[in-house]
């Protein structure tokens, strides 16, 4: 599939694409975004982000209702924040969910613990997210980004705080 990017950006699509990538994986928790034929409905999870598998892992109960509504509405949106550092990535896909009890034990961390017993549970499901698009907001950080508001406001021009690309992943 070729690269598209909307260009608000000096990077390459290939560069955007790394970016996205990082900032997902970095950040960690995104919010999971749902339909469920209504309304969109979000939720924080945590992510477990593998390029190299072009997926993005969430390890969640059984009787969710994002479960019920990926089997519906399969298309998801995934947002990521770090606003500390005016960072931001979003990602669009498929999602699906099954009981593949080997990727689960292999995905299991400490952290999952405090809502499982072990990787062996019975009730632990495991969503797969297959990215189709990808956008990011990448700012130089707070200060640079405020001086450059402040700058704008005088002059009259708007500010450049950073990249801002949308790429197919």
């Known amino acids: 599939m070729a690269k598209r990017q909307e260009k608000e950006t000096d990077l390459m699509p290939a560069e955007a694409t790394d970016r996205i990538w990082e900032l997902a994986k970095e950040i960690d928790v995104c919010m999971f975004v749902t339909w469920d034929g209504e309304y969109n409905r979000a939720r924080p999870l945590s992510a477990r982000v ?6 993005i892992y969430f390890l969640v109960n059984d009787d969710s209702a994002k479960n019920k ?5 399969p298309k998801i949106t995934l947002a990521w924040s770090d606003s500390s550092h005016y960072k931001y990535v979003t990602i669009s896909g498929s999602a699906s969910v099954t009981n593949d009890r080997k990727k689960i034990a292999e995905l299991w961390e400490k952290t999952d613990a405090a809502w ?10 495991l969503i797969t997210v297959k990215p189709d698009e990808g956008e990011l907001w990448d700012s130089p950080g707070l200060v640079v980004a405020t001086a450059k508001m402040v ?9 450049n705080v950073g990249d801002n690309a949308k790429v197919d992943l």
């Open 151 to 159: 700058y704008a406001a005088v002059t009259g021009t708007k500010p």
């Open 69 to 73: 509504q990926l089997s519906k509405y």
């Open 116 to 125: 499982w017993d072990n990787a062996d549970d019975p009730e632990i499901r």
């Open 50 to 55: 593998f390029r190299e598998e072009n997926a």
